[in-house]
C-alpha cells in the first residue's frame, strides 16, 4: 500500500473516530434511554407479528385483492364516508329522534300481551286466506266502481238492488259481521 493511501484510510479513521466521539457526546442519557425502548417496543412488535398468524391474513388480502372484493370494499368505504360527509347535524338529530320513536314504539309493543295474540290470530292460515280474499274483493270492487255510471236514485233503483241475490248475501254478511262484532254472535 502507498503513503497515501494509507495517510487518507487513517484521516478516514480518525474522521469516523471524531463522529462516533461526537455522537456519544451528543447523545444524552435520557435520549439513549428512549431510543433503547423505542427499539424494545419495535423488537417486541417485530415477534408479535411473527407469532399472528398475519400470513394467514395476507393471504386473504391477496385473495380479496384478486377477487376484486378488496377494491368493492374500499368502494363501500368511500361511500360511507361521503354519506358521513353529506350528513348534517339536523339530519342526524332528526335520524336519532325517529330511531328513539321506533324503539320507544317497539318497547310498547313488546309489553302489550295483545301483540302477541294478534301475531297468532294473523299468522293462521284461515285468516290470512279471508284478508287475502278481502284485499282482492276490495280493490276489483274499487275498480268496478269506477266503471259505474252515476246512479239515479230514487225508490225504484233501491228496489232493483235488494231484488238482487248477490246483494241480498251481501247484506246477510253485513249483519252477521255486525253481530259478531258487538259480541252477539258465537264463534
Not at 35 to 52: F, K, M, V
Not at 67 to 96: C, F, I, P, S
Amino acid at each position: 500500500m502507498s503513503e497515501t493511501q494509507t495517510n487518507g484510510a487513517t484521516d478516514v479513521a480518525a474522521e469516523l473516530a471524531s463522529l462516533a466521539a461526537s455522537a456519544g457526546d451528543a447523545l444524552t442519557d435520557d435520549m439513549v434511554a428512549r431510543l433503547a425502548g423505542n427499539i424494545g417496543e419495535a423488537l417486541a412488535l417485530a415477534d408479535r407479528i411473527n407469532r399472528s398468524p398475519i400470513a394467514d391474513a395476507v393471504a386473504v388480502i391477496s385473495q380479496l385483492a384478486d377477487n376484486g372484493d378488496l377494491e368493492r370494499l374500499a368502494h363501500v368505504a368511500r361511500l360511507l364516508g361521503a354519506a358521513e360527509d353529506a350528513l348534517t347535524d339536523e339530519m342526524v338529530a332528526r335520524l336519532a329522534g325517529v330511531l328513539s320513536d321506533a324503539l320507544s314504539l317497539l318497547e310498547q309493543l313488546t309489553r302489550n300481551d295483545a301483540l302477541g295474540r294478534i301475531l297468532a290470530f294473523l299468522l293462521q292460515p284461515e285468516v290470512q286466506t279471508v284478508l287475502i280474499r278481502f284485499g282482492e274483493a276490495l280493490l276489483a270492487a274499487s275498480n268496478d266502481y269506477r266503471q259505474l255510471p252515476p246512479a239515479k236514485g230514487g225508490i225504484s233503483g233501491w228496489w232493483r238492488l235488494l231484488g238482487e241475490r248477490n246483494n241480498q248475501q251481501a247484506m246477510q254478511f253485513f249483519g252477521l259481521f255486525g253481530k259478531h262484532l258487538q259480541g252477539g254472535g258465537t264463534s
